[in-house]
């Protein structure tokens, strides 16, 4: 039977190809997406501490739930280690030496007071000169700095600000702006300074220029042997701190919070195994769609191959060698596409901000090997059930059956329909209070349903708009609308693929638009300072700054905002295993500078431990009074008491903190805005103090409050662009369908179209008539999609934090012309090609 369905596969080109696509764009993004995962999980290299043989840092590790359901985060901060730290772990056996590390955000200003582009488009950072050795960083001229306000500047930011020694820098740091003399200019190597821009002081300076308490972010060990035993690394441990973790050499970088890599890399695979995961689903999907239609043409076959003696077992086993061939050979293919594209799509997940710059990735030979798998194992079940019905009756039956095809889906077909309906409804009805977050969700679950009622829930519609054209008189009327009737099968196929497409694309832009929108509304309504200070660089604002601002001359009140997280451990309160939002404000110098529309308690009352917390998380969860179980943005454990709930979080964030303890606890202890408003009659003459206050201290950028609003706008706009990168991918696999979907349609079409031609049809009669029947089935399935979208967006209403449905109409038209117009080609660009094929050859293929 594999001689059999090998030679079988030689007279179906057309089909085998199609197949053969799908299945290879299918291995392509398994291979690519576990390609990803393995590059993000693996060892992030030592980075920094190349020299180290292993780093001590805090232990980073926030655990959700309890048991089975226990989830562990990292955060990219960890608390810091005291000093003594250092001399403990110095003298534990083995041990030759222990380098404490402190890791300062700074930017370092041109002689323009333009801050200078870091390595990676992150912030440079400052070290104690000690550190130097970990690197190793070399002098390529100067000295170390030996005393405060001094610095050494690696070559990378020297050249770029045309610094050499003696000469004076300007330095935005948690501290402030400080005005230093660079004593030196440090080298290492290439991958390092692309990796990560470094500046360094003196030990101590570093320490007052963090702006946090005395500490060290990490401790570099030196091995007396070269070689960090396991047993060597628990001792360490246990000298630097109860909770204390120890990295090995391939790992050390995870330490560096002046190196997000590593924690951008796990973060990296949590999106890529969900967005992943879901891009998977529909290609698979796809590909059992496409498969089944492949079979479904070959009723014919199949039923005289019963009829002349084929036992079941031997048809299956047909099936199953033809398209195992294929499915293994499109698997090789797809991985050699995914190695191909391995390049591209890293540099694209790091344009759009989901990888670290730098980022590679690595070939691993599992994410192949379950590509090629998936492939075969996806094509011969879906070919299987597509079969079932065709071996379940006798061989007379079955070529009753094939020269009749069915009317009506499969049982299993309508259960597996019925049953995500069924699920999507179910998910609506829990999850309706968050409609925006799971639209997409939804919107799969149905697009899901739709495709198995296809016959049913498409076919059946475009065959009733076959009636009226039946009856409007003319040839190609009555051929377009004869077709619509007795095709439902091949018509529901790609008005769903068609729906698949709206029902992706569509429901991406309506969420995201609606929740920017919200973003921007809530902001709006919130700020009510007149004057606004950002970052110039991404080293953030010194919180002196803000003390600045409010002795300005008009001004009423100043207050800085630093964003943080908060991870919430009570049950109910967990974020999905994430911590939540959070920001740091000072309330009696924000009050006059934004509004927060507070529901319950006082927002005065937020200082020390005690929090506001916004409606959206309280939600029947919290009352004021309540303590919450918390673990702040470097993992400290913190008992929080909320003494207010508020609305008007989007863009602020769910947890409002005391000033100093967001600080304190940030992974930068700088403010990511200022926001300052003016008396009545003084919003020109404090505009005017603002912007000479940024143009003095360099770190920032004065706007005003309608700037400052666009900036909003921007920023999501931006980042909105990482969305849109998985979801083209989703809405290319579900186009490929539309394409496939048609191709195949047509191809089972050419004998009908030549038979039509020898009744006495006109090549242009058939081709309108194919026009008139692609115009329907592309309307019926942009209107499929359109439902799908808009019992997917039902939850918006009742989601308290979504605000109205935001439609934006030329993105939406867009899309819903788009799928049109590919559904039109992919109809009838194929069934044109083989309406011209030769009569007398048309009319007796395959019989």
Do not use: K
Request: proline letters at 5%; a neutral charge; one cysteine or more.
């Amino acid at each position: 039977m594999v001689a059999l369905a090998l030679r079988m596969l030689r007279t179906r080109a057309g089909s085998v190809a199609g197949t053969f696509l799908m299945l290879a764009l299918t291995a392509t993004v398994v291979a690519l997406a576990g390609q990803v995962m393995a590059s993000g999980l693996g060892a992030p290299g030592p980075g920094r501490y190349a020299a180290a043989d292993a780093v001590v840092r805090a232990d980073p590790e926030i655990v959700f739930g309890r048991g089975d359901d226990r989830v562990t985060v990292d955060v990219q901060r960890a608390a810091p280690l005291d000093a003594a730290a250092v001399a403990r772990v110095a003298a534990v056996p083995g041990v030759r030496a222990a380098v404490g590390d402190a890791s300062v955000p700074i930017a370092v200003l041109d002689r323009r007071g333009r801050p200078l582009p870091a390595a990676g488009g992150e912030a440079a950072h400052a070290h104690g000169w000690n550190s130097a050795a970990l690197t190793p960083y070399a002098l390529r001229a100067g000295r170390p700095p030996r005393r405060a306000g001094e610095i050494v500047l690696d070559a990378r930011l020297a050249r770029a600000g045309g610094f050499a020694t003696g000469d004076r820098v300007r330095v935005v740091t948690p501290a402030g702006t400080r005005t230093l003399t660079v004593t030196g200019v440090a080298a290492a190597s290439a991958d390092q300074e692309a990796r990560q821009s470094a500046a360094f002081v003196t030990a101590g300076q570093a320490q007052a220029l963090a702006g946090r308490e005395p500490g060290f972010d990490a401790i570099a060990v030196v091995a007396d042997d070269g070689r960090a035993t396991g047993e060597l690394r628990e001792q360490v441990a246990a000298a630097a701190a109860p909770d204390a973790q120890v990295l090995d050499h391939r790992h050390a970088s995870a330490a560096d919070p002046g190196d997000p890599r590593a924690y951008e890399r796990e973060a990296l695979v949590a999106v890529v195994a969900s967005s992943g995961g879901m891009t998977t689903a529909i290609a698979v999907f796809v590909v059992a769609g496409t498969l089944a239609f492949v079979v479904e043409r070959r009723r014919r076959e199949l039923a005289v191959l019963r009829a002349v003696g084929a036992t079941p077992g031997q048809v299956r086993r047909l099936l199953i060698g033809e398209v195992a061939v294929v499915g293994l050979v499109a698997g090789v293919a797809g991985c050699a596409a995914a190695t191909l594209l391995a390049d591209p799509a890293a540099a694209v997940l790091t344009d759009v901000g989901l990888a670290p710059d730098g980022f590679r990735i690595d070939r691993h030979w599992i994410p192949d090997a379950t590509a090629i798998a998936t492939g075969a194992v996806v094509a011969v079940l879906a070919s299987l059930v597509a079969v079932r019905r065709a071996l379940a009756v006798r061989p007379g039956a079955a070529l009753v059956e094939a020269a009749v095809p069915p009317r009506r889906p499969s049982l299993v077909r309508l259960l597996l329909g019925l049953t995500a309906a069924g699920g999507g409804i179910a998910l609506l009805i829990v999850l309706g209070s968050h409609g925006v977050e799971f639209s997409g969700l939804f919107a799969f679950t149905f697009a899901l349903a739709l495709a198995f009622l296809a016959p049913i829930a498409l076919g059946g519609p475009a065959g009733l708009l076959g009636a009226p054209l039946r009856r409007a008189g003319g040839g190609a009327a009555f051929l377009a609308g004869a077709a619509l009737a007795t095709g439902r099968r091949r018509t529901g196929a790609v008005a769903a693929a068609i729906a698949l497409v709206i029902a992706i694309a569509a429901t991406q832009s309506l969420t995201l638009s609606t929740t920017q929108e919200r973003t921007r509304e809530v902001t709006a309504q919130r700020t009510a300072a007149t004057a606004v200070l950002v970052p110039a660089s991404p080293a953030g604002l010194p919180p002196s700054l803000a003390r600045e601002a409010r002795v300005l001359p008009g001004v009423d009140a100043a207050a800085g905002v630093v964003s943080t997280e908060v991870a919430l451990l009570d049950d109910g309160l967990g974020n999905e295993d994430e911590p939540w939002t959070a920001a740091g404000l000072d309330p009696e110098h924000a009050r006059g500078a934004l509004h927060l529309r507070v529901l319950a308690g006082s927002l005065e009352a937020v200082g020390g431990h005690d929090v506001a917390v916004s409606d959206d998380l309280a939600r029947d969860r919290v009352e004021v009074g309540d303590v919450l179980d918390a673990r702040l943005a470097d993992a400290t454990p913190a008992r929080l008491r909320v003494v207010a709930i508020y609305d008007r979080a989007d863009g602020l964030g769910d947890v409002v903190l005391d000033h100093e303890v967001a600080l304190a606890h940030a992974t930068a202890a700088v403010d990511d805005t200022v926001f300052v408003a003016a008396r009545p009659g003084e919003e020109a003459r404090v505009a005017r103090g603002v912007e000479r206050l940024a143009h003095a201290d360099a770190s920032a950028v004065a706007l005003d409050r309608a700037g400052y609003l666009a900036g909003v706008r921007a920023a999501g706009a931006d980042d909105a662009r990482a969305q849109w990168v998985v979801i083209a991918l989703m809405t290319l696999l579900a186009a490929m369908s539309v394409v496939n979907s048609g191709t195949l349609a047509a191809a089972e079409r050419r004998r009908e179209l030549a038979l039509a031609r020898l009744a006495g049809a006109t090549r242009r009669q058939v081709l309108r008539a194919l026009t008139l029947e692609a115009l329907t089935v592309a309307l019926v399935g942009v209107a499929g999609g359109v439902a799908v979208v808009a019992v997917s967006m039902a939850g918006v209403g009742a989601d308290p934090s979504a605000g109205g449905l935001v439609v934006p109409p030329g993105e939406v038209g867009a899309i819903l012309a788009g799928a049109a117009a590919l559904g039109l080609a992919g109809m009838l660009v194929p069934a044109a090609i083989a309406a011209r094929a030769p009569l007398a050859a048309g009319a007796g293929m395959r019989e």
